[in-house]
């Protein structure tokens, strides 16, 4: 794992489900709350205070950036975010961090024979 | 009623942040308001009221300041108005000795100085903020 990445591992909940979000296409703000919901099976909520407190912070450290293009007719009240290179690197490297938390899980909590 | 408390709400938030996301977030407001429940919407926005005034702008520098400096007086207040004993009488307490009051005026000037000291920083750090947007991005990487 490149060094750069570190600081911003791991990825808090909030922003871990926002970048999850974002990972396929860019999204408005309604639709990333409504996509957070469908990831955790409801289990986890994100109200729009807290929602735009985290876009905030990862769009300063470069995670998140407004994307350019938006569909036509559009409410002009809506702002469309995306991924930026190094938040996919950031996304990845979290991702990789939770499968081996989650092996290691599985073998120590693997049933004794 | 709470349409409006919310409105209000946002309109308390920092220019920046109210500036850039006030309007999508009353939006979502008015799109949750029925699923969600309006009180819910608007404990998240006292929550991030605060968060943003007291994390993202750095007020609890001033919080933590104002704190220190009440607890300080409180503590020296009261070590200095506390009823002394000498040879098993009680001697008057501070506030009717003029010399002891001259002590506490010195010491509470001590408090002066650690509550401007204080702001300055935390107004320093602010605008070195405002005026440096990437500050807080270079230093997280490094």
Known sequence: MSDDLKPFLPLAPAALHILLCLAGEPRHGYG?????????????KL????????LQKLMDQGLVEEARKR???DDPRRRYYEL?????????????????????????????? | MMRFLYVQLLRMHPATFRGKYAAEM??????????EGSFALLVDGVVSL????????????????????????????????LPRTHAGKVMPSVANAPIDMAHLVVYSSGIVVVLVGMTALGVWNLRFRRLNPRARRRRVVA
Request: hydrophobic share 45%; proline share 3%; no cysteine.
């Open chain 1, 32 to 44: 990333i709350m409504q996509d957070v919901v469908e990831q955790s099976n409801g289990q986890y």
């Open chain 1, 47 to 54: 109200g729009p205070g807290t929602l735009y407190d985290n």
């Open chain 1, 71 to 73: 569909p036509a007719g």
């Open chain 1, 84 to 113: 930026t290179g190094f938040g996919r690197s950031v996304l990845e490297a979290d991702v990789e961090r939770l499968q081996n938390v989650v092996r290691e899980a599985k073998l120590r909590l693997k049933p004794s024979t």
């Open chain 2, 26 to 35: 009353l939006w979502i407001y008015e799109e949750t308001e029925r699923s």
């Open chain 2, 50 to 81: 605060l968060r943003q005034w007291f994390l993202r702008w750095g007020l609890w520098r001033f919080a933590a300041a104002a704190a220190g400096a009440v607890l300080q007086a409180e503590v020296f207040g009261r070590l200095w108005f």
